[in-house]
């Protein structure tokens, strides 16, 4: 039915090529035109189409005079000139697509098309490769082209220092690896200063090896780690101190489930923990973990909020009473509730940044990719990223031979008719490549081949450089070459002379990938460009992928015709039977990579979230709204906890407000039960927020504006980095522990997303108090230093305190001694008068 509609209509991919033959006309019709500049007019026309795109023009206007300056470039700089394919390639690339093309169909020099032409818009070009050897590789050769139309040329690679970085991401045309660039995404959202970042906006980019990148590394994160900054002896500590308070040093309040130490509490850890001041920055570590055990004793309550099962602590949900297996609380709170009830305190995970390679390279405002092997994961292309697959045909007919593969009952046996093969074909001095699918594999093989006398080369996809230059020399007379299938990728084995004579080379595949796409590589290392060479593969009935998928047939039939172990069934129904066993796999795969996908969509938005509030933060110079719009919900949260609507005034909890107030925003005694009685809720947090306010203007007058504006972003940068990188830890726990709920009942994916967004608004008000109350409470040293600063309280560094808790008249200090707001001056000077 599929084969009469493709007659009837012809096919889509057949279609699309058609179309863009007519540019391809268009470009070659240009040729003669070109040879004919001088090497100064050819790069004149860069200049030229940048003017052309500020006057209005477009890039696709421009695509096939630009195609051709490329063509023209390549042919006086490298000796090579575009096939006509290649520039379909090119333009399959302009438009966002991946380019399907065989190996040895020069994917690299097709890119040279698409990056030049973006290039033009000024943005920023992104080439991305699987490593290193690539991308210096590339950005050499092909740089090449691009300097001598007078574009600039980046390479990124790991351990550059910043510097480095910033001035290759600035140039026109930037090479990396997926992961570099992944990593300086999460590391720019890290900085404390925007002069720190390195990338540009995510503009373009052209993912070498598609397939690789985006299909077999998306199940697998970045993750930048730091050393965890909490000793788990200090949640010991802590508890031991709280376990001695008495009700007066502390304040509880019920309704929100808040407490705090009193002042009287305040004064006993100075003396316990021998610090002079509690509130100080290098204290922020100590206070967090006094602080978390406070609550674990007079908040958390065993049996109610949590259980103890099989020595861990678990949740309990407030509304339904079910235990949360695999959810933990953030922020420390969980290891402080370990601590109070006697058992192991688990290590608290340092996560600074995390982001897979589906939602990093989704940011691009437009992406192409280029591999040999694209079309099997088409429907996966399409629907996570977007991008279509056109299949670009080869330049000169294909003559390699795919012979059937061949079935044997044992693994023994394959490998011994695997040897048998290549010493024959090896007395005819062809070549032979035969690829593995494991280092242990390829190494039982090269042991049966030295005890025949056979020299050859093992390469494992562990040195990039060391496995281009082995895999380029193995289409030499002879040469037999072992490799992993996925060793080598992006390296052209070209033919050496007398070879095609004999066959050209010859591919073994000693099992078959659970991926059909992993084969197709292999068996695509010959025949390119029109080579003669031939494929093979030799499987077992103890291979993996045979016994999950209908070995015991074939193996019933082949003991009914008495086959013994060195005996193969050769069949193309078999290697039907095979692909159709990986069509299984590959949809399994791609169902566990969509649910991966779905996961961290959840953490994505709220990645998202923090980062555009965190560069507004960097790339603003008076963040004062943005302390504002944290202050008031503080305050309106308060209000509405205990001074309901619903409730009559009388009955309004004045005293909780009054209490809040002063601890986080204003001086004791500065309100009063009078001040509040007799507003409404919404003229009760007007007036509220006003008496701030006052109180906001009086210290940024006092400190100077210059001051305040940096002690904001110091402080706000703060408590950003430490409760997003908390809230990491608290999500991954939950996701690991969320496949639990499904037993009840309850759909995982649904619940992660539901307590997912409870902990995110959860964690967003837990950041507005803590800015608050420093901004309001803390006294600030004229250095303040933003990098020492939010170190000291990410990492427990033993930076110099910038934030200083403000002098009491309750502080014992005499009028002489110096003042500890670290001023510098004596007590009397600065609060004694």
Request: charged share 30%.
């Amino acid at each position: 039915m599929l084969g009469l509609v493709k007659k009837i209509f012809g096919d889509t991919n057949e279609r699309e090529v058609k179309r863009l033959m007519k540019t391809v006309e268009v470009i070659n019709g240009m040729e003669p035109d070109f040879e004919k500049l001088s090497d100064e007019q050819l790069r004149a026309k860069t200049d030229e189409f940048r003017a052309r795109l500020e006057k209005g023009d477009t890039l696709e206007q421009l695509l096939p005079e630009a195609f051709a300056t490329v063509r023209e470039t390549s042919k006086r700089v490298l000796g090579k000139r575009h096939y006509d394919v290649q520039l379909l390639g090119g333009m399959v690339l302009h438009e966002g697509k991946i380019a399907e093309m065989k190996t040895g169909e020069g994917k690299t020099l097709v890119g040279t098309l698409s990056v030049y032409l973006n290039a033009l818009a000024g943005k920023g070009v992104h080439v991305v490769t699987v490593n290193d050897y690539l991308a210096t590789r590339d950005s050499e050769e092909m740089g090449q082209i691009y300097n001598f139309l007078g574009m600039t040329v980046g390479l990124n690679l790991n351990g550059m220092d910043p510097d480095m970085k910033q001035e290759a991401y600035a140039a026109d045309i930037t090479y990396g690896t997926n992961n570099e660039f992944g990593f300086d995404y999460l590391r720019d959202n890290m900085v404390l200063y925007k002069e720190q970042m390195v990338q540009r906006p995510l503009s373009y980019a052209i993912i070498d090896e598609v397939d690789s990148i985006l299909v077999d590394e998306a199940r697998t994160p970045l993750i930048i780690s730091g050393q965890a900054a909490k000793s788990t002896d200090m949640y010991f500590s802590a508890d031991r101190f709280i376990s001695r308070l008495s009700e007066e040093d502390y304040t509880v309040d019920v309704k929100t489930r808040q407490v705090a130490l009193s002042e009287a509490g305040v004064a006993k850890a100075e003396k316990a923990f021998n610090v002079e001041n509690l509130f100080d920055v290098k204290n922020v570590t100590l206070n967090h973990h006094i602080q978390q055990a406070l609550r674990a004793h007079i908040i958390m309550r065993l049996d109610v909020d949590y259980v103890v099962n099989d020595g861990e602590v678990v949740i309990v949900d407030e509304f339904t009473g079910r235990m949360m297996a695999g959810r933990r609380y953030s922020d420390g709170l969980h290891q402080a509730i370990e601590a109070k009830e006697g058992l192991e305190v688990q290590n608290e995970s340092m996560t600074l940044a995390t982001i897979t390679f589906q939602n990093y390279f989704r940011m691009y405002r437009k992406l192409a990719g280029m591999t040999g092997t694209a079309k099997t994961e088409e429907e996966e292309f399409k629907s996570i990223y977007g991008l279509e697959v056109l299949q670009i045909p080869t330049n000169k007919p294909n003559q390699r031979k795919d012979m059937p593969d061949v079935v044997y009952k044992t693994v023994n046996g394959k490998f011994r008719a695997a040897v048998e093969e290549i010493v024959e074909r090896h007395k005819n001095n062809q070549p032979i490549l035969v690829g593995t699918v494991s280092i242990e594999n390829s190494e039982r093989l090269s042991d049966m081949l030295h005890k025949k006398g056979i020299q050859h080369k093992v390469l494992n996809a562990k040195f990039h450089a060391e496995e281009a230059e082995i895999i380029s020399r193995a289409g030499q007379p002879g040469s037999v070459t072992i490799a992993t299938n996925m060793a080598g990728r992006g390296t052209d084995i070209l033919l050496g002379e007398g070879v095609p004579s004999v066959g050209g080379l010859h591919i073994i595949g000693t099992e078959r990938h659970e991926s059909r796409r992993i084969d197709n590589q292999l068996r695509g290392r010959a025949g390119r460009q029109g080579d003669p060479g031939s494929s093979q593969f030799y499987l077992s009935l103890e291979d993996e992928l045979m016994r999950r998928f209908g070995a015991d047939n074939v193996l019933g039939m082949m003991e009914r015709l008495g086959f013994d172990e060195d005996s193969p069934i050769e069949s193309k129904l078999i290697t039907r039977a095979v692909e159709s066993a990986q069509k299984r796999v590959e949809g399994n795969n791609f169902d566990l990579r969509k649910v991966v996908l779905q996961y961290d969509d959840v953490m994505n938005q709220q990645r998202e979230i923090i980062y555009r509030q965190r560069r507004e933060v960097l790339e603003s110079d008076n963040i004062r709204q943005i302390v504002m719009d944290m202050l008031k919900p503080c305050i309106d949260r308060v209000v509405d906890a205990h001074c309901s609507e619903e409730e009559v005034p009388e009955n309004w909890e004045y005293e909780e407000v009054l209490t809040y107030m002063h601890r986080h925003f204003l001086e004791e005694g500065s309100l009063t039960r009078d001040d509040l009685w007799g507003k409404e809720q919404e003229e009760l947090k007007e007036f509220l927020f006003n008496k701030v306010m006052d109180k906001y203007i009086e210290r940024e007058q006092a400190m100077g504006e210059e001051l305040v504006r940096e002690f904001e972003k110091v402080i706000v940068l703060r408590a950003v980095d430490s409760k997003w990188m908390d809230h990491i830890d608290a999500m991954d726990h939950l996701r690991q522990g969320i496949h639990l709920r499904a037993y009840g009942g309850t759909d995982p994916l649904r619940e992660y997303q539901f307590e997912g967004y409870e902990m995110f608004n959860s964690m967003i008000a837990s950041i507005q108090e803590e800015v608050s109350t420093y901004i309001m409470k803390a006294q600030v040293e004229q250095n303040v230093e933003r990098q020492a600063v939010v170190e000291e309280s990410k990492m427990s560094t033993n930076a110099e305190p910038a934030v200083k808790r403000p002098v009491t008249k309750d502080d014992t200090i005499g009028r002489n001694d110096p003042c500890p707001c670290g001023s510098g001056k004596k007590y009397k000077q600065c609060h004694g008068k």
